[in-house]
């Protein structure tokens, strides 16, 4: 079992080549769950939705064998995503906020091997991770966007660093901001030095950091060595799963194989996937991952280009 934790959303997206009929089911840890119940794990999903989708969240999820565990909210949250390049640059504007997750019961995640943290607007107080770091030992994933987001008097998403957040990343086995998390995090432009922002980062505890650029790849740092992931080239139809479906990639592989270049050549490869397509009822399979996957691990000697 791997339980991913965070709140469902439905969102309005439109990219420079398609446009959702309104608001989509998806979210970060969602998404997460979504991939990895299509490579056949067993998982569960808690997060906080409103009665106004709730029912259609619950019978979204179960049929695609993902355990709902679905907490009370006065409204669903969402976000209006519209993005004006083709390199994944958007506006993010909130349409509601959902209630927090508070208290989850232990029993909730003691049989899970992974516990993945993907909130997506601060749903989860540092408190209450720290809380589930105190009762998990297991492989602890985070993806740190919703913990570095707010709302400015627009409704328009901001970022800006916590107070404590060092100290609570040290909690996790595996941390993966992308190039602007990484930069609102450490100050470093990840476009000329991911590899100082993942080393600061690495400082603060976790075992493993993961820095992801786009269409220029991801970055992996242990501690010992540098890894560089590279990116599968496809034609983009839709950014905003990749993340999230790299945590899951990262999470799958890894869990099988114990190894950082194989677990980042596949995360590569779930989310070139993904991102030539949009919404829950994507198309997933391990035999095209591993296919692609087999073209990225012969490329021994990739080096991303940094500026």
């Given at each position: 079992m791997i339980?991913?934790?965070?709140?469902?959303?439905?969102?309005?997206?439109?990219?420079?080549?398609?446009?959702?009929e309104g608001r989509i089911l998806s979210?970060?840890?969602?998404?997460?769950?979504?991939?990895?119940?299509?490579?056949?794990?067993?998982?569960?999903?808690?997060?906080?939705?409103?009665?106004d989708y709730k029912n259609d969240a619950i019978k979204k999820v179960i049929s695609f064998r993902i355990e709902p565990v679905i907490l009370p909210s006065p409204k669903?949250?969402?976000?209006?995503?519209?993005?004006?390049d083709d390199f994944g640059n958007r506006t993010l504007d909130v349409l509601a906020q959902a209630s927090s997750i508070n208290h989850i019961d232990p029993v909730l995640y003691?049989?899970?091997?992974?516990?993945?943290?993907?909130?997506?607007?601060?749903?989860?107080?540092?408190?209450?991770?720290?809380?589930?770091?105190?009762?998990?030992?297991?492989?602890?994933?985070?993806?740190?966007?919703?913990?570095?987001r707010n709302i400015d008097k627009s409704g328009r998403i901001q970022h800006s660093k916590m107070p404590g957040i060092e100290k609570l990343l040290g909690c996790f086995t595996v941390?993966?901001?992308?190039?602007?998390?990484?930069?609102?995090?450490?100050?470093?432009?990840?476009?000329?030095?991911?590899y100082r922002a993942a080393e600061i980062i690495k400082s603060w505890g976790p075992k493993i950091v993961i820095v992801t650029l786009a269409e220029l790849g991801s970055v992996i740092y242990d501690g010992h060595e540098f890894i560089d992931?590279?990116?599968?080239?496809?034609?983009?139809?839709?950014?905003?799963?990749?993340?999230?479906?790299?945590?899951?990639?990262?999470?799958?592989?890894?869990l099988k194989s114990g190894d950082l270049w194989r677990a980042g050549c596949?995360?590569?490869?779930?989310?070139?996937?993904?991102?030539?397509?949009?919404?829950?009822?994507f198309i997933l399979t391990e035999k095209e991952i591993r296919r692609r996957q087999a073209t990225l691990l012969a490329q021994t000697d990739f080096k991303i280009a940094v500026i």
């Open positions: 339980t991913a934790i965070g709140n469902p959303v439905y969102d309005y997206i439109k990219t420079e080549k398609v446009e959702t979210g970060c840890s969602t998404n997460a769950a979504l991939a990895l119940a299509k490579l056949g794990e067993n998982v569960r999903l808690i997060g906080a939705v409103g009665d669903t949250g969402g976000f209006s995503l519209i993005y004006y003691h049989d899970s091997t992974a516990v993945l943290i993907g909130p997506i607007l601060g749903e989860l107080s540092f408190g209450e991770i720290a809380v589930i770091s105190d009762n998990f030992s297991g492989f602890f994933f985070c993806d740190p966007q919703g913990l570095l941390v993966k901001p992308n190039e602007l998390e990484a930069k609102v995090l450490t100050g470093i432009d990840c476009r000329q030095n991911p992931i590279p990116p599968y080239k496809i034609e983009l139809i839709d950014a905003t799963v990749a993340g999230d479906t790299y945590m899951a990639g990262f999470t799958f592989e890894y596949f995360a590569s490869c779930v989310s070139s996937i993904m991102i030539e397509q949009v919404g829950p009822d």
